[in-house]
């Protein structure tokens, strides 16, 4: 059974950092392509940011320079390093491993990050 679970979430002030994490069981992130979405209220879920299992990132244009996702093949474990956010980053925050199957296609329960300004 594959389980992704999110942390690290919280409330904070423009221009502070948070660090998300995605403990995974049931697969390796190493040997998968893993993702950070993020969905506002009343918003669409988006993209924010991938890493292959080569380890090629990507990010989503708004979050470019201020946003690092890595991975710790060791805790199994994938992460979103947040800095200068910004009150527009404000939303729940999902890890997903992804699959063109959509019974392979794994998605955490969600972190809320709260951006005040």
């Known amino acids: 059974q594959v389980q992704l679970v999110e942390s690290g979430g919280g409330l904070v002030q423009a221009g502070g950092s948070l660090r998300l994490s995605c403990a995974a069981s049931g697969i390796i992130v190493s040997g998968n392509a893993m993702n950070w979405y993020r969905q506002a209220p009343g918003k669409q879920r988006e993209l924010v940011s991938s890493i292959t299992s080569g380890g090629t990132t990507n990010y989503e244009d708004s979050v470019k320079g201020r946003f690092t996702i890595s991975r710790d093949n060791a805790k199994n474990t994938v992460y979103l390093q947040m800095n200068s956010l910004k009150p527009e980053d404000t939303a729940v925050y999902y890890c997903?491993?992804?699959?063109?199957?959509?019974?392979?296609?794994?998605w955490g329960q969600g972190t809320q990050v709260t951006v005040s300004s």
């Open positions: 997903n491993r992804p699959s063109r199957n959509a019974l392979y296609n794994y």
